[in-house]
């Protein structure tokens, strides 16, 4: 597995470079559009851009992108299964420290995982999955998003998305300038070859952020696989994921305000509602395929049953490469926790009762079985059970 993620690592150098290598050429093209001798000017301030971006996104990038998407740091104390299962998967990946959990508060369900290393990384759940799934579901999704940290595609999905916006970024200026540019150009030279050069530098502003956006998501898609097959082997039953992707799928919606930022980071693409999840810009593998891979790994949970099932549906030379599996020690599929059925009225209660506690609520147990909360604020006048309607003295 260490060969496999050492090989993720240079493909995603290899990647960072090539996009790197783009915005450089795509500076020097814009700079030398304004005058012959600018070309190495232009390529400086478009790495400047990069550069900037950069360390905007790695000081604090992970809180930045988690508020993006409205999520609220949880403790231990307000969801005590959850940070469980993120326990559990973090020792069973290796991970030396657990990421930090974040709640967010909407009915549709995902997570994903952001962060430039395992220090610095978090894990951010929607409510609405917090309560669709069991716990076999919801630690299948767990070490989905422990394995992108753990494989450093957080830090790829950094880098790489950084890049994309910075050559997008650049195109858009470009095309915003091209006109007095090209005009402050033809009335200053009679070279022809100044229309050569505009019209090169509308084609590179047309193509590149296509063609950074294919590399960008097509990378994407290969690294979902293997999240999966690393979640399958973590948590030794590929069924709780393949069950948690199928409830994910099904309850993304159309309407939903969704960030193009995070959208690639999500465990299912958020666009899957709007029927573009299968397109050639998409940034997930079709759901249905993952789970189909997943449901064909037999008794196994080992990397080697599911690059076996991978090859049966795909051929070619499957998730991992032509790196030899057949050494990996076999992981036999475990039994489902028992009594683990999702209940959709408890998740909800469960999914409140987390949302009052990391507002500051206190629990209060009435002697009826039902439990209120205090707001933080309460000034101590007796509470009433709604139930029961027995008085409850604080203080």
Same mark, same amino acid.
């Given at each position: 597995?260490?060969?496999?993620? +050492?090989?993720? +690592?240079?493909?995603?150098?290899?990647?960072?470079?090539?996009?790197?290598?783009?915005?450089?050429?795509?500076?020097?093209?814009?700079?030398? =559009?304004?005058?012959?001798?600018?070309?190495?000017?232009?390529?400086?301030?478009?790495?400047?851009?990069?550069?900037?971006?950069?360390?905007?996104?790695?000081?604090?990038?992970?809180?930045?992108?988690?508020?993006?998407?409205?999520?609220?740091?949880?403790?231990?104390?307000?969801?005590?299964?959850?940070?469980?299962?993120?326990?559990?998967?973090?020792?069973?990946?290796?991970?030396?420290?657990?990421?930090?959990?974040?709640?967010?508060?909407?009915?549709?369900?995902?997570?994903?995982?952001? /962060?430039?290393?395992?220090?610095?990384?978090?894990?951010?759940?929607?409510?609405?999955?917090?309560?669709?799934?069991?716990?076999?579901?919801?630690?299948?999704?767990?070490?989905?998003?422990?394995?992108?940290?753990?494989?450093?595609?957080?830090?790829?999905?950094?880098?790489?998305?950084?890049?994309?916006?910075?050559?997008?970024?650049?195109?858009?200026?470009?095309?915003?300038? =091209?006109?007095?540019?090209?005009?402050?150009?033809?009335?200053?030279?009679?070279?022809?070859?100044?229309?050569?050069?505009?019209?090169?530098?509308?084609?590179?502003?047309?193509?590149?952020?296509?063609?950074?956006?294919?590399?960008? %998501?097509?990378?994407?898609?290969?690294?979902?696989?293997?999240?999966?097959?690393?979640?399958?082997?973590?948590?030794?039953?590929?069924?709780?994921?393949?069950?948690?992707?199928?409830?994910?799928?099904?309850?993304?919606?159309?309407?939903?305000?969704?960030?193009?930022?995070?959208?690639?980071?999500?465990?299912?693409?958020? %666009? +899957?509602?709007?029927? &573009?999840?299968?397109?050639?810009?998409?940034?997930?593998?079709?759901?249905?395929?993952?789970?189909?891979?997943?449901?064909?790994? /037999?008794?196994?949970?080992?990397?080697?049953?599911?690059?076996?099932?991978?090859?049966?549906? &795909?051929?070619?030379?499957?998730?991992?490469?032509?790196?030899?599996?057949?050494?990996?020690?076999?992981?036999?599929?475990?039994?489902?926790?028992?009594?683990?059925?999702?209940?959709?009225?408890?998740?909800?209660?469960?999914?409140?009762?987390?949302?009052?506690?990391?507002?500051?609520?206190?629990?209060?147990?009435?002697?009826?079985?039902?439990?209120?909360?205090?707001?933080?604020?309460?000034? /101590?006048?007796?509470?009433?059970?709604?139930?029961?309607?027995?008085? &409850?003295?604080?203080?």
């Amino acid at each position: 597995m260490f060969e496999v993620i +050492r090989a993720n +690592r240079r493909k995603s150098v290899a990647l960072v470079l090539s996009l790197g290598a783009l915005l450089a050429v795509l500076g020097w093209t814009f700079g030398v =559009l304004v005058h012959p001798s600018t070309g190495p000017t232009g390529v400086v301030l478009a790495l400047g851009v990069w550069l900037l971006l950069l360390a905007v996104s790695f000081v604090g990038g992970e809180a930045m992108l988690m508020a993006q998407a409205g999520g609220r740091e949880i403790q231990k104390k307000d969801a005590p299964q959850l940070f469980n299962v993120v326990e559990e998967m973090t020792i069973a990946s290796g991970l030396g420290t657990p990421p930090k959990i974040y709640l967010i508060d909407t009915p549709i369900p995902n997570a994903f995982a952001v /962060g430039r290393n395992e220090r610095r990384a978090a894990v951010g759940f929607t409510t609405g999955l917090l309560a669709k799934l069991n716990r076999d579901e919801l630690q299948g999704v767990a070490a989905h998003e422990i394995a992108h940290i753990k494989n450093r595609d957080t830090l790829f999905m950094t880098i790489a998305g950084t890049t994309v916006g910075a050559i997008i970024l650049l195109c858009d200026m470009f095309a915003r300038g =091209l006109r007095f540019t090209a005009t402050g150009r033809r009335r200053s030279s009679r070279d022809g070859g100044v229309a050569v050069i505009v019209l090169l530098a509308v084609i590179l502003s047309i193509v590149a952020p296509l063609l950074a956006q294919l590399l960008y %998501f097509a990378t994407s898609r290969r690294r979902e696989y293997l999240a999966d097959a690393c979640a399958a082997q973590y948590t030794r039953y590929p069924e709780g994921l393949a069950s948690a992707l199928e409830k994910i799928a099904g309850g993304q919606r159309a309407d939903a305000e969704v960030s193009r930022v995070l959208a690639p980071m999500y465990i299912v693409s958020p %666009f +899957r509602a709007r029927g &573009h999840a299968n397109s050639l810009f998409s940034t997930h593998p079709p759901t249905e395929d993952r789970i189909h891979v997943l449901r064909s790994m /037999g008794q196994s949970a080992s990397l080697r049953a599911y690059e076996e099932a991978y090859k049966r549906l &795909h051929g070619g030379t499957g998730v991992m490469g032509s790196f030899a599996l057949a050494s990996v020690a076999d992981a036999p599929v475990r039994e489902p926790t028992a009594g683990e059925a999702a209940n959709a009225a408890e998740g909800w209660r469960s999914v409140r009762n987390i949302l009052r506690s990391a507002e500051g609520g206190t629990p209060l147990d009435c002697d009826c079985g039902l439990r209120l909360w205090i707001p933080p604020a309460w000034t /101590g006048a007796p509470i009433r059970c709604p139930r029961c309607g027995h008085h &409850h003295r604080m203080g």
